[in-house]
């Protein structure tokens, strides 16, 4: 597997390179959920290159960006097993030079839920996304399902400039108790991790409620309720269109629950499909 650290790296990597492209971005500590989007790009590539950057201007809080798990040497390891053919691994000075003055927003979509929650998030994404498209150029790129609003949000943004690429979705991989794989797991204390399981188990109650007929206010306060029970402290669970994630009172088709609450001081976010 070939490690590029250099732009001028990965523009010669790009230029070698026929066939297809696939790209997938991550911020390092890979899990499952990781390593599935890696498989389905392997699968329908012709090469895959992984990117692994803990972009500093995607955090609002800095204890957040610094408690970030980092595990340069297994993500190598299980990138190599895997097939990756490149790795890219840029600097803060290579993605953001003295001087870096550029910024990418997506309005609207982008300032709901999280963009309430976590002021600028999604402009930091996006312009990391965006410089990263620029540079590697994939012909598609895969994102979990997990961080639903974001890969939404790459979506517009992908359609909106006229990248020309394709956003891809993968699953939201779980644990066999439920809970989403995230890199933010390995943070959560042992009671924590025991409780982490009700943020899916609240959200599948919620939707089987809402099919069976029940009001979404009720549905939707039951798992408020529940998890709030449950030591969750929720920044917000909501019963959204699962295409521009505005507020639906009444089941509609392409609904989603999406919730993001926070165990002690890990924040954990979910979604499903009702
Ligand atoms: O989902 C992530 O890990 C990050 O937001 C991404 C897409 C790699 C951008 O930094």
Not at 64 to 90: H, N
Request: charged share 20%; hydrophobic share 45%; net charge negative.
């Amino acid at each position: 597997m070939k490690v590029i650290r250099e732009i001028d790296g990965v523009r010669e990597f790009r230029r070698a390179l026929s066939g297809t492209l696939g790209l997938v971005p991550t911020m390092g500590a890979l899990h499952e959920g990781h390593l599935s989007l890696v498989r389905a790009a392997l699968d329908e590539c012709d090469t895959v290159l992984v990117s692994i950057y803990v972009n500093p201007t995607q955090f609002n809080a800095p204890s957040d960006f610094s408690s970030y798990p980092r595990d340069l040497d297994r993500d190598l390891e299980l990138l190599t097993s895997a097939g990756v053919s490149a790795v890219f691994l840029p600097t803060d000075s290579t993605m953001y030079p003295d001087g870096f003055a550029a910024a990418v927003k997506v309005s609207g979509l982008a300032d709901r839920w999280e963009g309430i929650h976590r002021p600028g998030h999604f402009d930091g994404v996006c312009t990391v996304v965006a410089k990263l498209f620029n540079l590697v150029q994939p012909d598609r790129a895969y994102f979990g399902m997990k961080d639903y609003q974001q890969f939404l949000v790459v979506k517009q943004l992908v359609l909106d400039l006229n990248m020309p690429l394709q956003i891809i979705a993968g699953p939201t991989l779980r644990t066999t108790d439920g809970l989403a794989y995230s890199s933010r797991n390995v943070l959560l204390s042992a009671t924590e991790r025991a409780r982490a399981p009700q943020l899916k188990a609240a959200l599948d109650e919620a939707a089987r409620e809402i099919n069976g007929g029940s009001p979404v206010k009720e549905a939707t306060a039951g798992a408020v309720e529940r998890l709030v029970g449950n030591a969750f402290n929720l920044d917000y669970l909501a019963h959204v269109d699962g295409h521009t994630l505005e507020e639906l009172a009444q089941p509609a088709q392409d609904a989603r629950l999406i919730v993001a609450a926070r165990l002690g001081k890990i924040r954990l976010i979910d979604n499903i499909a009702v």
